[in-house]
């Protein structure tokens, strides 16, 4: 490695974004481009709030990379205080994380390393030689490209009771607790986020920051019109409403419009199966770590079959004043995450890898 920060361009012929390398054992994991490319790409497939994709990447040197904040695309009025960013982030750190381990090199994770001066600066990854990747590990990665948030009907079959202990382990390890709601306590939770739902879409200012993040086919970013899902018939489940502000609300507002072409309608599960994820705390650190459970629990998911949707509305109601009150037995709910079985859906869109990524090391100097 030279001390200019530049990579050569040799890396695995033909490999593809999630090919596991063949010379893991000879190569450090961030010494070509190839190789950069590979991990990034599979970091940037993870979920984050209205698909605004708040991450940027670092190359540090041949071993190690960063994880910053992007805070240009926070929502200031849906999530202020950079929760959601951060749950965001945490799920492309886990990905970047599955990733590494593909090479045969072990991740070694420092959150939140520089606080005081860097508080953008949400990680530093170094990694070192370590096994080779185990079949859970292969299988996590394998599901990478086909994880989707899916805001469709489902057909209302329950979960097997192995299945949702896998998704509740899968949570475990990075410091979450995944929870079953169920009867009373479900409606309960539902008519919180049917309430939330209804506050917030009664502001102009969320509308408009709605508007700005959906409804573009073009963009490498926000929500595609057909990510958005129909609109629950009857209102029995609070999905929230991305078509507010844009084009398809004008739409769906005209005089006759359930009947015209547009944005369809369509009948929702009656018994949603609901999960809610917990942290100990409620603090940035745990946001990272909530979403890094999150996505190992979407990735399991998504390995057995099932799709999955999130509701966050009453978390994004919290006054700042208020953030890490009214903790439970389990700590404080950082998702609301809906589990089932639904039709299969498109992906949508990713920004390329050259935009989140800067390849100078950190001692190259700036031409």
């Known amino acids: 490695m030279t001390g ?36 990034v790409h599979a970091a940037v497939a993870a979920p984050s709030v209205h698909n605004t994709q708040p991450w940027r990447f670092r190359r540090a040197d041949d071993a190690t990379m960063d994880l910053y904040a992007d805070l240009d695309r926070l929502l200031a009025v849906t999530d202020p205080l950079g929760r959601g960013l ?26 939140l390393p520089d606080p005081g001066e860097r508080p953008d600066l949400l990680a530093t990854v170094r990694t070192t030689p370590g096994s080779p990747p185990d079949h859970d590990e292969r299988l996590l990665y394998g599901m990478i490209p086909h994880r989707r948030t899916n805001r469709f009907p489902f057909d209302g ?21 995944l929870v079953l709601v169920k ?12 309430v939330a739902e209804g506050t917030l879409t009664a502001e102009e200012s969320y509308r408009a920051e709605l508007a700005r993040w959906t409804g573009s086919q073009t963009r490498s970013d926000g929500v595609p019109e057909h990510a958005f899902g129909p609109r629950p018939r009857h209102g029995e489940l609070p999905m929230r409403d991305f078509a507010l502000g844009g084009a398809q609300a004008v739409r769906d507002l005209r005089p006759g419009a359930a009947g015209e ?28 770590r909530a979403g890094q459970a999150l996505q190992r629990v979407l990735l399991t998911a998504t390995a057995h079959g099932v799709a999955a949707s999130l509701f966050s509305q009453p978390l994004d109601l919290r006054p700042p004043q208020h953030r890490g009150d009214h903790a439970g037995p389990l700590g404080h709910v950082q998702m609301l995450v809906r589990l089932g079985y639904g039709p299969p859906v498109p992906r949508v869109p990713r920004r390329p890898v050259f935009e989140v990524l800067n390849l100078r090391t950190r001692g190259a100097r700036r031409g």
């Not at 990579?7 to 054992?25: F, N």
């Not at 018994?271 to 940035?284: E, I, M, R, V």
């Open 157 to 177: 079959r329950p979960l097997p009771r192995n299945v949702f202990l896998d998704l509740v382990t899968a949570a475990y390890p990075e410091g979450a607790t």
């Open 261 to 288: 072409p547009g944005r369809e309608q369509a009948d929702f599960e009656p018994d949603p199966q609901l999960a809610a994820l917990f942290t100990k705390g409620d603090s940035p650190l745990d946001w990272l």
């Open 4 to 39: 200019t920060g530049a990579i050569p361009e040799s890396g695995v012929p033909g490999a593809g974004p999630y090919t596991v390398p063949q010379s893991a054992d000879r190569e450090k994991p961030f010494a070509t481009r190839a190789g950069v490319r590979r991990l």
């Open 86 to 111: 951060g749950i965001s982030c945490g799920a492309a750190l886990f990905n970047l994380r599955l990733a590494i381990r593909m090479t045969g090199h072990d991740p070694q994770v420092q959150l």
């Open 183 to 194: 009867g009373r306590t479900a409606r309960r939770v539902l008519d919180m986020v049917a």
